[in-house]
Structure formats: C-alpha cells, structure tokens
C-alpha cells in the first residue's frame, strides 16, 4: 500500500524513515531537508496511499494500519533493525502509533507539527465528503491557508508550488480515507507509554497542530523536548529546511552510526558529540542550544559541530576539574577578551553550575586585577544585569 522514496541513498549508514503530511509526496515536503543533513542517515521516505508514488488504496484504514505498513517497509529494507523516524502531520501521528506499537524498532523519532489527535473529527469527515464530491481542487485554497505561515508562498513560490501541485495530484478517495483516519485518531491517553527520545517540533504559526498539541506530546511521553519554529506553519520541512535539518542531526546524533570509527580511548566521534551534547544542555540549557540548533545554517553546520565535538565533548567533559571551577576559569577568560556575549552566557552558565552570585562577583574582583580594572568594570556590569534577570525570575 505504500511506496518507500529514498532521499539519500547510503546503505551502509543507520535507516532514517520520513513521514508525509497529508496531500504531500514524502519528496515534495522533505527532499530540500534532506539535502541539508550531514548525510549519516540512509534516509527513505514513504508515500500514503494515492498520494505521490502509492498506489491508491483500495479499501479504508486507520493509522494503526498505516503504522503497519510502514513497518513492514522498515523490514523490506532493513530486516528486523531498528531505525530512526521523523514525521510531519499525519506522518507524525503514523510516528506516535509507531512508538506504541513497535517501541522496540524505533530508537528516537522527531514529530513535527503533529498532535496525539489533531482537529475535531467532523471537521475531519466533513473533508473527506467535500474531496469524494468535488476531488482535491477544492481544497487548494484551503491547504494553502493551513499549511503555509502568512506570505511563504509569495516569498518561496516554487517551493509552495511544488507541495500544491502534489495535491493536485492525490487521488481523491485515498485523500478522504486519511481524512477519516485522522477523525478516528487519539492516543492522547497512551502518550506516558513511550519510552524512546522524542524531539516535538511545532510551528508557531501552524493552525491545523497548534504548540500547544506538540507541548503535551513533549510533556506526556517520559522522555520529551519541544521546540517551537517562529514564523512556521504546517509544514516545517518545507518552509525551513536548514533549521529542520540541524534538529533531525542533534536529535538523533547520540546514536552511534554503523561503522564509527574510535578515535580516542575507544570513543566514537560520535561519542565525543554526543557526550559533548548533554555537556552543552547540562551547562547552557536546552533553551539556549534549541535555539543554537535550530538557527545552524549549511554555512554554519560545521562549526557548530567544532563546539559540540571539541569544546563541549572534548574538553567540558574531562574528568579533571568540575563544572564549577570550568565555569570560573572560562569567565576569566571571557573578561580579558573582552566577549562580552559569552560572558552573558557563561555568567547564567556558571549559576547553573552551582555558583553563588558572591563567588561570580569574586571571580570579576580577581578578574580586576589580572585582566584590567576596565575590563572588570564592564564585566560587572553584564554580570549584575544577567543575575537581575536570574533572581527575578
């Protein structure tokens, strides 16, 4: 019933599964993010029934049957292994089932824009009335308005117009059938059953799955993040593929790829960011490296991962000082170089550390002395707006 797309073809590298939303090809909404990872993934998409290169379906189903069908073409693929899943929409919600049908098989998923039920039912129904009567045409003008954040079409016409024209093209029965699947679709209930690392993307301007459907995924599972996308509608992939991207790397990067090589002391490069990441969310917060994520670009892509590997995985995780004295020795530097946009950040870094707010004014007095009364004048300055902030909170 489904037809695998493989968007980046590396056999010997870990499975990577990609969801469609509905009325989209898995090529349409995901090949540009695609093309933006690091390429540590094989990576295969999946069409739904009738749409892109699936044949339409013959009869009805629901998600579980999806999820189903998506596991049977994890096995074709890769027999009995396990693999990494990204969705966005109903591909999302094929995800969530996924994880509650074969926790086993799925190692981490990023859910984008989705929900444990999305919309109202009737809503749902009265769609899948309206295309079985009129075909897909008739909700163009609709689709456009749910899936796009206000002017991205005119901003990115081609890429707008490519997600339309595989609507267009979806056989109108197999379109009403997901309709009804998502009207039956609710695991609200069974969300606390998931176990794996999930990695909740929402886009702030997404109507059809506002955040606040992603925040009780992120909240409900035992092991969950949210990040919201501002300036995002329904397809994430699409409208921001760089960002979606660097998310999809960072989630999925503290699984070892097939083949790692040992680098130092029998750890994977793969280890070393992986470590280097925890390190980094430790210290910084996941606010903060959300957000550092999600604004790496291709031009940027590899030095963050310099930081990740070398500064966060290489150096913060040493065994040889704790986290408390790294934090006042990296401050000190940040005084007599004068960055003061660190020292913003490593003076909040060091409070999470464990620091008081009298031992950061010590570090600055000792920082007067040895860096320059100026330097130090500046530093307290920053210093004293950044714990206002703190303690005020």
Avoid at 199 to 215: F, N, R, T
Wanted: aromatic share 6%; hydrophobic share 45%; proline share 6%.
């Amino acid at each position: 019933m489904l037809t695998a797309v493989t968007l980046h073809d590396s056999p010997g590298r870990p499975l990577l599964m990609l969801g469609p939303s509905l009325g989209t090809s898995a090529e349409s909404l995901w090949a540009r993010c695609v093309a933006r990872m690091r390429g540590d993934f094989h990576v295969v998409g999946w069409d739904l029934p009738g749409h892109g290169r699936s044949a339409p379906a013959p009869s009805g189903f629901g998600v579980p049957g999806l999820a189903k069908c998506v596991l049977e073409l994890a096995d074709r693929l890769r027999p009995g292994e396990t693999f990494r899943y990204a969705g966005d929409s109903v591909g999302g919600a094929v995800g969530l089932q996924l994880l509650l049908d074969a926790p086993e098989r799925v190692d981490a998923a990023v859910l984008l824009c989705t929900g444990a039920k999305i919309g109202e039912s009737e809503g749902w129904r009265e769609r899948a009335e309206t295309v079985r009567a009129d075909g897909t045409r008739a909700v163009v003008a609709g689709s456009i308005q749910r899936w796009f954040s206000p002017g991205f079409p005119e901003r990115e016409p081609e890429v707008a117009e490519k997600l339309l024209d595989a609507l267009r093209a979806t056989d109108p029965e197999s379109y009403s059938l997901v309709c009804e699947a998502l009207a039956a679709f609710d695991v609200r209930d069974r969300l606390g059953e998931i176990s794996a690392p999930v990695l909740a993307v929402a886009g702030a301007d997404d109507l059809p799955a506002p955040p606040a459907g992603l925040e009780l995924i992120a909240d409900s599972v035992r092991d969950g993040r949210l990040v919201v996308l501002e300036g995002v509608g329904h397809l994430a992939p699409a409208e921001r593929p760089g960002e979606v991207a660097a998310l999809l790397d960072n989630h999925f990067l503290p699984f070892r790829k097939a083949g790692a090589e040992s680098v130092a002391g029998g750890r994977t490069l793969d280890d070393i960011r992986a470590d280097g990441m925890v390190a980094r969310r430790a210290v910084l917060g996941d606010a903060h490296v959300d957000r550092a994520v999600a604004g790496t670009t291709p031009f940027t892509r590899d030095f963050q991962e310099l930081i990740t590997a070398y500064a966060w995985g290489g150096i913060w995780t040493r065994p040889g000082l704790d986290r408390r004295s790294r934090s006042m020795i990296t401050m000190t530097a940040l005084v007599a170089l004068g960055h003061h946009e660190e020292l913003a950040m490593h003076v909040r870094a060091a409070r999470t550390n464990g620091l008081t707010d009298d031992e950061i004014k010590e570090v600055l007095l000792q920082a007067a002395i040895y860096c320059g009364v100026p330097a130090a004048n500046t530093a307290f300055r920053i210093a004293q707006r950044v714990l206002d902030e703190m303690n005020s909170d």
